[in-house]
């Protein structure tokens, strides 16, 4: 990026502000945008240092706004399809998405997560691991801090890992992880990408910049990852990992144990009881996390140590409390059906779940046929809660209850439960229009839990 450019952010949410300022620190202007003409300008503005060079614009914009303009960056929540785009394209403005941007202003080694399910907790444990070995280490992208935030204090002897999503792969250019992982892939946000053809296309983009000194960690069971793999014209070694084969090369599950074969040689890398994370999903998150760092240099015995002390990450499965003999679980990161999948699979005792929420245009079948012998009663929210009984009631379960809103979805489930039985959120939907995002949602559970 050219230092004094005059650039348009589009975007007034934590990574929106996080670009903006990368773009000031670095000597240019900003045009910070915004569709929402409810907000603020003078709290948007006090956000930054007194005289920064930064115009707001709140509403619909026009080309007068435009003028001078070198560069857009664009907020991973802006559909490449928005009026806005179609603006700025129309301006000749080159976009690009806050990742580029953060990758074009950093520097270091490199490793970048993706996948649908299974990203938070893999970069934050892939993180934990790291820190064991090197003392510059950043952990990034949607789970929590912002690239654009920390892309300035990079330096040739730091590592990053970043979580990445299907959207902010959507405007990458020149991005290039040393390591790159696909977890798995299976259908989401198809109201946004369309078809489960494009969504796959661009999560396999991750791999878009690598060359043959970089690696990919890829999941083996997946059946789109395996063909991917194999394809003649991918540059990166790949790495695999299964929950379900024994690998010859990669890490797999061999009874309780996590074990990395190499040439054949077989090392157990942690037996899975002395893991602080439930379920297989877990296990293959742990598979995932141990291939990107042993790819990125860290010692196999550090690898172990860290997978032993880590905990599990805030709204992924996380245990709340024990009341009455009852364990209630925060799933409210499962915001899609194989989450919720892999959640249920999680559980040690009988479910009563909690879920909908906002319309993603998913299918429920795969999760409601999980349903008999496992859950007790579904507690349904949300505008799908019609969409997700109906399909339940096809899989022949029927004990559903409705519930207006979370607080009373926690009340029921307290009365109806049994000792030795689990409460679980675990909603399978967005949590727009209902809450501002699934950390909301999460808390909101966890403080009507506590406060049976």
């Not at 115009?55 to 914009?61: A, C, D, K, P, R």
């Not at 899975?272 to 990107?292: F, T």
């Not at 409460?423 to 909301?440: H, N, Q, T, Y």
């Amino acid at each position: 990026m050219d230092q004094s450019q005059k650039v348009l952010v589009a975007g007034t949410g934590v990574s929106g502000i996080a670009a903006a300022k990368l773009i000031l620190g670095r000597g240019g202007e900003v045009v910070l945008y915004d569709g929402n003409t409810a907000l603020n300008e003078t709290e948007i503005k006090e956000q930054f240092d007194e005289g920064a060079r930064v115009n707001v614009v709140l509403g619909e914009i026009k080309r007068s706004d435009l003028l001078g303009v070198e560069l857009c960056i664009i907020s991973p929540g802006i559909p490449l399809t928005s009026p806005f785009v179609a603006v700025v394209d129309e301006a000749k403005i080159p976009i690009l998405g806050e990742i580029e941007l953060a990758y074009q202003c950093s520097a270091g080694k490199l490793a970048a997560i993706t996948g649908t399910n299974g990203k938070t907790t893999t970069t934050a444990l892939t993180g934990a691991i790291l820190k064991k070995q090197y003392e510059e280490t950043f952990v990034v992208g949607n789970i929590g801090e912002p690239y654009t935030a920390r892309a300035s204090e990079m330096t040739e002897k730091s590592v990053t890992v970043a979580e990445i999503s299907s959207f902010q792969l959507e405007t990458i250019m020149d991005f290039h992880p040393n390591v790159s992982a696909v977890l798995n892939i299976t259908p989401d946000h198809l109201d946004r990408h369309g078809t489960m053809e494009a969504y796959t296309q661009i999560k396999e983009c991750i791999t878009m910049n690598q060359t043959s000194e970089d690696t990919v960690v890829l999941n083996f069971d997946d059946p789109i990852l395996k063909e991917f793999g194999k394809k003649e014209g991918l540059k990166p070694k790949a790495v695999w990992f299964s929950s379900k084969e024994t690998l010859k090369d990669g890490f797999f599950l061999k009874d309780r144990d996590i074990v990395y074969a190499k040439e054949g040689k077989e090392q157990v890398l942690v037996n899975v009881n002395d893991l602080q994370l439930l379920g297989q999903h877990n296990y293959e998150n742990v598979m995932a996390a141990a291939a990107v760092a042993l790819a990125m240099g860290v010692p196999f015995e550090k690898i172990t140590e860290a997978v032993k002390e880590f905990k599990p990450v805030e709204h992924r499965i996380e245990f709340v409390r024990e009341r009455t003999g009852v364990r209630y679980y925060n799933d409210s990161k499962g915001t899609n059906p194989d989450a919720a999948i892999r959640a249920l699979r999680a559980m040690p005792g009988p479910v009563l779940l909690i879920a909908g929420g906002y319309d993603k245009h998913s299918d429920y079948s795969a999760w409601a046929g999980e349903f008999a012998g496992r859950v007790k009663y579904l507690v349904l929210i949300g505008q799908t809660r019609d969409k997700i009984a109906a399909c339940a009631k096809e899989h022949g379960f029927n004990e559903i209850m409705y519930a207006e809103d979370l607080e009373e979805a926690v009340q029921v489930c307290a009365v109806y439960a049994d000792a030795g039985d689990c409460v679980l959120l675990s909603p399978a939907c967005a949590s727009w229009g209902m809450f501002k995002d699934f950390e909301e949602r999460g808390r909101v559970f966890k403080k009507s839990v506590m406060d049976l």
